[in-house]
Nanobody, 115 residues
Framework: QVQLVESGGGLVQAGGSLRLSCAASGNIFSINAMGWYRQAPGKQRELVAHITTGGSTNYADSVKGRFTISRDNAKNTVYLEMNSLKPEDTRVYYC?????????WGKGTLVTVSS
């Protein structure tokens, strides 16, 4: 079992920045990769950014150059630094931890970008 707790969401003006955090606990040694996803009401959840245990990253085209995913292994925490935020970035953001055969999700944190 892995528990994921997100924090850092909130309301920000367009062009502003936020940093999301995801603290993992439990069976963290079985985690292969972690990522951030986001979801708008009535829409499918989509990948935002992904980081492996080796540090390899990938990003959705819509956030490349604006968002940065990183991890602090000592704190078992993954971060999503979001800059130049746009109103279309308004979503609930979810942290995800992937293992070989299972995947865990946090409860989500709402990011609202006002125009």
């Amino acid at each position: 079992q892995v528990q994921l707790v997100e924090s850092g969401g909130g309301l920000v003006q367009a062009g502003g920045s936020l940093r999301l955090s995801c603290a993992a606990s439990g069976n963290i040694f079985s985690i292969n990769a972690m990522g951030w996803y986001r979801q708008a009401p009535g829409k499918q959840r989509e990948l935002v950014a992904h980081i492996t245990t080796g540090g390899s990253t990938n990003y959705a085209d819509s956030v490349k150059g604006r968002f940065t995913i990183s991890r602090d292994n000592a704190k078992n925490t993954v971060y999503l630094e979001m800059n130049s935020l746009k109103p279309e970035d308004t979503r609930v953001y979810y942290c995800n931890a992937k293992m070989s055969i299972m995947s865990y999700w946090g409860k989500g944190t709402l990011v609202t970008v006002s125009s």
